[in-house]
């Protein structure tokens, strides 16, 4: 998931309908179980920081993670950016918020997205740092990073169960070098191993994964897939991104799932889903996402329930996880989305997070097994 302007993002994607419920529910007994039952909460730390209150159901103020893990979680993902302008999320902030994870006795998913700012289908700057190198450069780039973030965890105790290589590299990553042209995957493929090799340097058991936003379709995720694997590419897990007015139903999001587990062998989670409470919109940046999908209204049940239903999906196409984007990013001033304006900027989620404007736990929301 990237800033506000996901326009890019919208044009590579499918916009399609969700298929009636009794279509896309099937009944979970057929199923396995989802053992990865994740949130991205990478502005958290932010939050608290700011002075933010979390409250559960009851009305309780606790802790944001003791909240979420009281509803399900067990993983909990933190996106890393090099050196952006704010700090967050910066390695020492990852690093001072991965002890918390931890010492709740959460699971810790690592998202290297290669930048000092967003990186998404349609964005993938290099860091600042890393100006001017060429592929081979970024490849050593790519490996010291890596193993110097996951090494920093490992040292203090926290080392992390799953690390994402790119964040969403639909055509590549590190652009120009990195990115996929004329079907070329040479050169994504050589930072993709630097990535992988530096994560099992650090830590022989902690898993890789490939994350895109493929879940569009079969043509998408293969095209990719089948161009890393071509090229010799090894990882552990195969990530995809699912939001329904971008992504399709999820009928077709059963399709993909289903494919790529047998195509190449591998577990699949999908590392960003969420969905809107509100058409409302908490401050002056406006919403990323201002319109639902059929059958989900766009209140408190209605998040519920698509949330409900692409775990059902994902579980019954045999994929292992599903993380939540951003649940506890409810608007606080100064907990903007803009890196080099963190203070000023605003926040185009605050529909979207399992909190409501003043901090209260949506009380339907579960993850589950």
Not at 26 to 35: D, Q
Not at 48 to 76: F, H
Not at 92 to 99: D, F, G, Q, S
Not at 272 to 296: H, K, L, R
Request: contains cysteine.
């Amino acid at each position: 998931m990237s800033g506000p302007n996901r326009a890019a993002r919208a044009a590579l994607a499918l916009a399609a309908a969700v298929l009636p419920l009794t279509a896309i529910t099937p009944t979970v007994s057929a199923a396995g179980s989802l053992t990865m039952l994740g949130a991205d909460v990478s502005t958290a730390q932010r939050a608290l920081e700011l002075g933010a209150r979390y409250y559960d159901a009851s009305g309780t103020a606790r802790d944001p993670l003791d909240i979420l893990k009281g509803v399900g979680v067990n993983y909990v993902r933190l996106r890393v950016w090099n050196n952006p302008r704010s700090g967050y999320n910066n390695k020492a902030k990852v690093l001072a918020y991965a002890r918390t994870v931890k010492a709740k006795g959460l699971k810790l998913l690592i998202d290297f997205h290669y930048s000092d700012t967003w990186a998404d289908p349609g964005k993938q700057y290099k860091p600042a740092a890393w100006s001017g190198h060429d592929i081979g450069r970024l490849q050593t780039d790519v490996y010291n990073y890596t193993h110097e973030v996951c090494s920093g965890l490992k040292a203090q105790g926290t080392t992390p169960d799953s690390v994402q290589i790119g964040n969403e590299i639909n055509v590549g990553m590190l652009w120009n070098e990195g990115k996929v042209v004329n079907n070329d995957f040479t050169n994504l493929s050589l930072l993709l191993k630097a990535g992988y090799n530096a994560t099992k340097a650090c830590n022989g058991g902690t898993k890789v994964m490939i994350h895109t936003a493929n879940a569009d379709s079969l043509d998408h995720a293969r095209w990719f897939y089948d161009g890393i694997r071509a090229k010799g590419v090894p990882w552990d897990i195969t990530a995809l991104s699912y939001y329904c007015s971008w992504h399709g139903t999820l009928a077709n999001l059963h399709t993909v799932i289903t494919d790529v587990r047998s195509r190449y062998g591998k577990d699949v989670v999908l590392a960003e889903t969420a969905y809107p409470f509100t058409g409302q919109n908490a401050d002056g940046t406006g919403n990323s996402v201002t319109s639902g999908c059929a059958d989900y209204p766009l209140t408190w049940a209605g998040q519920a329930t698509n949330f409900a239903h692409v775990q059902n999906t994902a579980r019954n196409a045999g994929a292992i996880g599903v993380f939540y984007w951003e649940p506890t990013w409810y608007a606080v001033p100064g907990n903007g989305w803009d890196p080099a304006d963190i203070n000023g900027s605003g926040n185009g989620w605050d529909n979207m997070a399992v909190f409501d404007w003043s901090g209260r736990l949506n009380p339907n929301v579960r993850w589950t097994p």
